[in-house]
């Protein structure tokens, strides 16, 4: 995907406290003020579709992005219970490969 078409956001922002930049919310925004019409979302640091993935991108980013001027919002399902997904978590439990490592622990 060419660098131009695509952005990174991050969720998660708890409070006050300061969190990585940009927020989503706030990047769904910029987007379709930019002029973007059409948005292909996808959550990749979940492996199941939770809360945060449904609720709060799927809903309310959907709506945040809808009404600053988006037209289309497309949330790709996490891998979920994919057989391909299980198949290698099943192998990962059940064939460990070992790990090296430098540390004595």
Not at 22 to 37: C, H, I, N
Not at 84 to 98: G, K, L, M, S, V
Request: net charge negative.
């Amino acid at each position: 995907i060419p660098e131009e078409k695509y952005s990174l956001a991050f969720q998660s922002r708890l409070g006050m406290d300061e969190w990585l930049q940009p927020a989503t919310d706030q990047e769904l925004v910029r987007l379709a003020g930019s002029g973007v019409k059409k948005l292909l979302v996808m959550c990749p640091a979940f492996v199941s579709d939770c809360l945060e993935t449904l609720e709060e991108i799927g809903l309310r980013g959907r709506e945040t992005f809808l009404e600053a001027g988006g037209e289309s919002f497309h949330l790709i399902p996490c891998l979920n219970d994919h057989p391909a997904w299980i198949e290698t978590i099943h192998r990962f439990c059940t064939q460990p490969e070992p790990v090296e490592s430098d540390s004595p622990v």
